[in-house]
């Protein structure tokens, strides 16, 4: 009867710990900030881990041309606690997905991103992560140790389209190395125990890791709903601001004639791009900082944070008659081993920007471009921009949130409208956004609708033929 309760006890509490092992797993796929008693550390060891391998599989082979069947190859890995021929020992047990790693590969070559130092900046020890709320997608952003890369959570949903327009997206980058486009290093799927599959990215940081960031701009073109509110401006000073922030603010994009034109014809092939994508909701992400402020704000530090593992309690604990530890006893110690947080102080972010940032023409200055006058002349800015955004199809989804916004606000001024709407606002918010004087200003506008006149003709011609 003794041994009875006493095995009763024990299930009792692997249940307990098996549930509360499940629950924390779940936790981790909500877009949270870390801290020390959440265990958003393991996953990100899992990424981390299993693109080490990945990607040094991939660098591994010899260099050959793409082909179709790189679109859509997906190559699948399973790491233990033991390892095997095809991966080494890990600490957790996971299943990885890498998806188009050939394609991938070239898309680095092309962004001018080392395959070693790629490597070295996402799998460091220690790991930058942003203290904020998560946006309404639910989604969490990783910073590499470098805050060169960015590696954040998608929508399976995203995942797929992003594998479906992954051959437009490859061609138009090898047509335009000044693609102000989110660039994107990486697709994988991890998949842990008990818990569903995350599909992340990694990406470019479009804001350099040696300067200030003192105002921050979404734009979209849109009016309804685009505006940050004054309490929350107080309450976060260095929050996204939205385009009515922007207009308000009187802020101008302060291109100068060299880069103007360079500026505007880029931002129209990526647009046209996304329109034939049919893709909407992306927006132009602007950073300024000022170079009067420069870095004494120290706006970075209070802000990023950086985390490592706690593995103090592996080492002191014993080992089998074999030498090695237990699967389970291990695994149950680093479940128990929560990140620590090292404070502000210990960041070392790199004093200058990446090297990469010189390939496109738009992030030379210092990792953006300076603000200049008509004259050339230098002003106090430095802006640093980028279209992000780009996974949001106009699907069903959208098109119902068309239909019911429209029944209370403008349908021109709500952000869901069809792809071809949207990318003419777009591009005409943007274009009045940037500081040209009048008659500068009154040539473009009429170039841009002679343009689309043109358009229309050989549209209406086509219809008549």
């Not at 639910?138 to 929508?155: A, L, M, V």
């Not at 849109?222 to 976060?236: A, F, P």
Request: with cysteine.
């Amino acid at each position: 009867m003794e041994n009875f309760r006493r095995l009763s006890r024990k299930l009792s509490y692997h249940r307990t710990i098996r549930r509360k092992k499940t629950d924390d797993e779940q936790r981790v796929t909500i877009g949270t900030r870390i801290d020390k008693n959440h265990k958003n550390y393991i996953l990100m060891y899992n990424m981390l881990t299993g693109i080490r391998v990945a990607v040094s599989r991939c660098t591994a082979k010899s260099e050959r041309e793409v082909n179709d069947l790189d679109f859509s190859a997906a190559h699948k890995l399973a790491f233990d606690i033991v390892g095997n021929e095809m991966t080494p020992s890990s600490k957790y047990d996971f299943k990885f997905k890498d998806y188009a790693p050939w394609i991938f590969r070239q898309l680095r070559e092309l962004f001018g991103i080392d395959s070693a130092e790629y490597l070295v900046s996402l799998t460091s020890k220690y790991i930058l992560s942003e203290l904020g709320s998560p946006g309404k997608s639910g989604s969490f952003f990783y910073y590499s140790q470098d805050y060169r890369f960015i590696i954040k959570t998608i929508h399976h949903t995203e995942h797929k389209f992003l594998r479906r327009i992954l051959p437009h997206y490859y061609q138009h980058v090898k047509e335009n190395p000044n693609t102000l486009i989110s660039r994107f290093f990486g697709l994988h799927r991890v998949k842990l125990p008990h818990s569903r599959k995350i599909h992340f990215i990694v990406m470019a940081n479009n804001f350099p890791p040696n300067k200030d960031i003192h105002e921050t701009y979404d734009l979209k073109g849109s009016t309804v709903g685009r505006e940050l509110s004054d309490e929350d401006m107080k309450r976060s000073p260095h929050a996204v601001m939205k385009d009515i922030n922007w207009e308000k603010h009187h802020r101008k994009l302060e291109i100068g004639p060299g880069k103007r034109q360079l500026f505007v014809d880029q931002m129209e092939r990526d647009v046209k791009l996304l329109k034939e994508l049919k893709i909407m909701d992306y927006s132009l992400l602007v950073g300024l900082h000022d170079k009067e402020r420069g870095n004494k704000d120290n706006i970075r530090d209070n802000t990023l944070s950086v985390f490592k593992p706690d593995t103090n309690k592996l080492e002191r604990q014993p080992t089998t008659k074999r030498g090695s530890h237990h699967p389970d006893a291990v695994r149950k110690m680093i479940v128990e081993s929560d990140p620590v947080a090292l404070g502000p102080s210990n960041s070392s972010l790199p004093e200058d920007p990446f090297r990469e940032r010189n390939n496109c023409i738009f992030y030379q200055d210092e990792g953006g471009f300076a603000g200049s006058d008509e004259n050339g002349v230098f002003t106090d800015t430095i802006f640093y921009v980028g279209i992000i955004d780009i996974l949001t199809p106009y699907n069903y989804a959208k098109r119902l949130e068309h239909m019911w916004k429209s029944l209370s606000h403008d349908k021109n001024g709500i952000s869901a409208v069809n792809p071809s709407l949207y990318a003419h606002r777009f591009m005409d918010f943007m274009t009045k956004a940037i500081k040209i004087h009048d008659d500068i200003q009154r040539r473009e506008t009429f170039r841009r609708r002679r343009k689309s006149t043109r358009r229309g003709n050989k549209l209406s011609d086509k219809k008549l033929a």
